[in-house]
């Protein structure tokens, strides 16, 4: 080898650049490693960090401006001055230059003191309620990391769940701040439609499009809705005046104990709150908007509601997918992005509308609006929960999410379809899971909600800390002789369809004796009633009991259907088969379920 010579300068030339060289690779890795950690701490809420300063607070005695100290983020499709609006999608970004004017509605928020710290991941194009997007990834639900966080406001929802962000902008069409709102365990609202200012917010679909927000606080809540709605904070107090819709709550898996039973106990605590009224939604909505018959799909569990419930929220999609394709139909066609499968499969079926089926789409949500101020007017609060199902695993199976779906949807088109406004507020958690109940009040009365929401949270919250404390009392047993003419009373009852009254002499019977037969009876008098939740839960305690009992899976096979789980349907049809071939309404059933499923 040989000897080195340091005096040569080219020597040291050598070893400068070798130096230089291994300082630039540390200083390389030192930034992906920042980044990298920067995302972790971001839970992947943001696509793109920005800062807005509020404007000048006012001089004293004036008071501080009512945001001031608060931050907030902003979802991808509302604009920003000197910022390309991304709308979830790299190629939207790409051939769109940057923005001119900063939006309306977040120029009124920096107006009211607060300081805008960046834009959020969304779904793409806003099509989703999944909160996934192929092109930018998945925001982190803090709530439940392995779980998808909702969408399509999904980084607005975990920036302000995960305590990045005080408050959150985003839209919400189908129900694109709700659903997120619940996963994540926080607060959102969904004004009326039209009643905050779209000017600098990319549309997805004008008659259904609503700017909402999200907070973890509801006073937050209050303010923000004050500074956005600009309402008057001066109004003539109104009792209010709630409505537990019943046949809403068959749909979810949380014990009313958990729900219904914990309103109920606060708006007796509270005054000028009346008793709250009961009523089946679903069968309402079917006798009030006439213009759904065309939409609703003939079977045999049409006389419950809950296929009006479906053919509204397939009208809502038909709406979003026909205005979605009338506004961008140009601009894919010129482009060809590379799109993930539910904007393709939106796509695809406004494609399919014909120009009479449209107007019936409008005359459906005109007649939808009427028929929820006739049931609400000015001081009426629905009661609802806000999806049906807890946050689904990420990278879930589809068949799973087309189930999911079709159930939370049913309950999202109500406010959608209506124009009205609507509050998702947690409720604490079952089995780990976030537990979010929602009201809606009439179109325009959004300050009247926001008010009710805080007025009565401090209350919810004591009363689900004691509900949670709570256990259901036992069952008892008794004589079998009673139990049998109680049961005999609960069938001529059903025969004389007294449905509640078949109930309460089955109910008796069961407590005096646990029979297969006192359950499989009773849930057939709960599916009259159109409460499937209880007839599920009867077949299943029924077949506990007697393994062999055909009628309790055919009547849980028809709640299950009823309650959207189609696979669960199939599977209790499909049994009553091989226990009974013969059985001509189960394979009748069988091959609409396989139908539904495909």
Request: proline letters at 5%; glycine letters at 6%.
């Amino acid at each position: 080898m040989t000897k080195l010579n340091v005096s040569n300068p080219k020597v040291w030339v050598v070893i400068g650049v070798g130096f230089a060289g291994i300082l630039i690779m540390a200083e390389v890795n030192r930034r992906r490693l920042k980044a990298r950690n920067s995302i972790k701490q971001d839970f992947g809420a943001f696509i793109e960090r920005i800062e807005l300063l509020p404007f000048p607070q006012p001089p004293p005695p004036a008071a501080r401006l009512s945001l001031s100290g608060l931050s907030f983020a902003i979802k991808d499709n509302i604009d920003v001055q000197e910022y390309v609006t991304g709308f979830g999608s790299p190629a939207w970004k790409q051939t769109h230059e940057a923005a001119t004017k900063t939006a309306v509605v977040v120029t009124a928020l920096l107006k009211n003191g607060s300081t805008c710290v960046g834009k959020t991941i969304m779904d793409e194009f806003g099509l989703g309620i999944t909160g996934e997007n192929v092109h930018y990834g998945t925001p982190t639900n803090p709530k439940l990391p392995s779980h998808i966080p909702g969408g399509s406001s999904s980084g607005s929802a975990v920036a302000v769940a995960a305590g990045l962000v005080d408050f959150a902008l985003g839209t919400d069409m189908t129900g694109c701040i709700r659903v997120p709102a619940a996963f994540c365990g926080v607060f959102g609202f969904r004004p009326s439609h039209g009643a905050i200012s779209t000017v600098g917010v990319l549309p997805v679909s004008q008659s259904l499009d609503s700017i909402g927000w999200l907070a973890r606080d509801p006073s937050v809540l209050h303010r923000v809705g004050h500074v956005l709605l600009q309402i008057p904070s001066i109004e003539p107090k109104r009792t209010r005046c709630f409505v537990i819709a019943d046949d809403l709550f068959q749909l979810c898996n949380v014990p009313k104990q958990k729900t219904v039973y914990v309103v109920t106990k606060v708006i007796e605590k509270l005054s000028g709150y009346q008793a709250p009224k009961h009523l089946n939604l679903g069968q309402y909505i079917a006798s009030n908007v006439p213009s759904l018959k065309g939409f609703i799909e003939q079977s045999t569990i049409q006389q419950n509601g809950m296929s009006t419930l479906r053919a509204l929220s397939s009208v809502m999609f038909l709406l979003q997918r026909y205005e979605f394709n009338t506004n961008y139909e140009e601009w894919m066609k010129a482009v060809k992005p590379r799109l993930g499968s539910q904007v393709t499969n939106h796509i695809a079926a406004a494609d399919t509308l014909a120009p009479e089926n449209i107007k019936v789409l409008y005359k459906v949500r005109t007649e939808m609006r009427v028929a929820m101020q006739n049931l609400l007017k000015n001081d009426g609060i629905l009661v609802l929960p806000t999806v049906a199902d807890p946050p689904l695993k990420l990278k879930s199976r589809k068949g799973l999410y087309a189930e999911v779906h079709d159930r939370a949807f049913a309950l999202l088109g109500i406010a959608s379809m209506s124009g009205c406004c609507q509050a998702a507020i947690p409720f604490g958690e079952h089995e780990n899971y976030p537990i979010s109940l929602s009201f809606i009040a009439y179109h325009g009365t959004d300050k009247f909600l926001l008010d009710t929401v805080l007025d009565m949270y401090s209350s919810i919250q004591d009363e689900v800390s004691i509900q949670s404390n709570a256990s259901p009392l036992p069952d008892t047993n008794g004589s079998i002789d009673a139990s049998e003419l109680l049961k005999e009373k609960g069938n001529a009852a059903f025969k004389g369809k007294q449905w509640n009254k078949a109930v309460s002499y089955y109910t008796e019977a069961i407590k005096l004796n646990d029979n297969a037969t006192y359950y499989s009876n009773r849930a057939a008098a709960y599916l009259e009633l159109g409460c499937f939740q209880q007839a599920e839960e009867d077949c299943t305690k029924a077949i506990s009991l007697d393994k062999k009992n055909v009628k309790a899976y055919m009547r849980r096979g028809t709640a299950r259907e009823s309650l959207l789980f189609y696979k669960e349907a199939l599977q209790d049809i499909r049994h009553a088969l091989v226990l009974e071939p013969q059985n001509k309404f189960a394979s009748v059933s069988e091959k609409r379920l396989r139908k539904l499923i495909s």
